[in-house]
């Protein structure tokens, strides 16, 4: 099956950048899609197709992805972005036919 | 906008079976391609299975297959997820999670809150 290795965290400043990447075997080729995940909270969509941005999603969520990583950034962090990141995955050809990320807790200092 | 609302907590015993609920308002069950993804205590999400629109069958991940049944009823756009046999390691939060968008998604735009499911003996 498909894998798709993150960093288990992630620490930045309120107001700077945060970086989140998403590697896996060539997923330059592949649609990334990321998930914002709050304690005790279901999962929400923060960035689709790579760089897409679902409506009510803040500017400062940005993604990118080429090669064998893709990258969610967070741009002028602030406390509320505090939460786990998933990155996923379609994959018509493996099992399952969603992969998720191992996921990457991200800490506001 | 979609709403999907699920059924409480459950705790089971080893071997028994559970099924959870997801009652979807603001579109029809039929216009959607609901699936279940779970998660463990303090552990990442795992796709469980779906409603593949393209050929009207249920595809499941090969690890649930035998054990897993995803069921619908259109006249009160209600899916259900029953899981069987169940073991301690299948204590997880149960989502249903779809995308308000014909065909089979690529991501999950749509979340239900979640149901608990906790197997001891």
């Known amino acids: 099956s498909y894998v798709l290795t993150q960093p288990p965290s992630v620490s930045v400043a309120p107001g700077q950048t945060a970086r989140i990447t998403c590697g896996g075997n060539?997923?330059?080729?592949?649609?990334v899609h990321w998930y914002q995940q709050k304690p005790g909270q279901a999962p929400v969509l923060v960035v689709y197709d790579d760089s897409d941005r679902p409506s009510g999603i803040p500017e400062r969520f940005s993604g990118s992805n080429s090669g064998n990583t893709a990258t969610l950034t967070i741009s002028r962090v602030e406390a509320g972005d505090e939460a786990d990141y998933y990155c996923?995955?379609?994959?018509?050809?493996?099992?399952?036919?969603?992969?998720f990320g191992t996921g990457t807790k991200v800490t506001v200092l | 906008q979609v709403q999907l609302v699920q059924s409480g907590a459950e705790v089971k015993k080893p071997g028994a079976s559970v099924k959870v609920s997801c009652k979807v308002s603001g579109y029809t069950l039929t216009e959607l391609s609901m699936h279940w993804v779970r998660q463990a205590p303090g552990k990442g999400l795992e796709w469980m299975g779906g409603f593949d629109p393209e050929d009207g069958e249920t595809i499941y991940a090969q690890k649930f297959q035998g054990r897993v049944t995803m069921t619908e009823d259109t006249s009160t756009d209600t899916a259900y997820m029953e899981l069987s046999s169940l073991r301690s390691e299948d204590t997880a939060v149960y989502y249903c999670a779809t995308r308000a968008a014909a065909g089979f998604p690529q991501n999950f735009d749509y979340w239900g809150q979640g149901t608990l499911v906790t197997v001891s003996s």
């Open positions: 060539n997923i330059g080729s592949k649609s």
């Open positions: 996923q995955v379609w994959d018509s050809s493996s099992d399952p036919l969603y992969v």
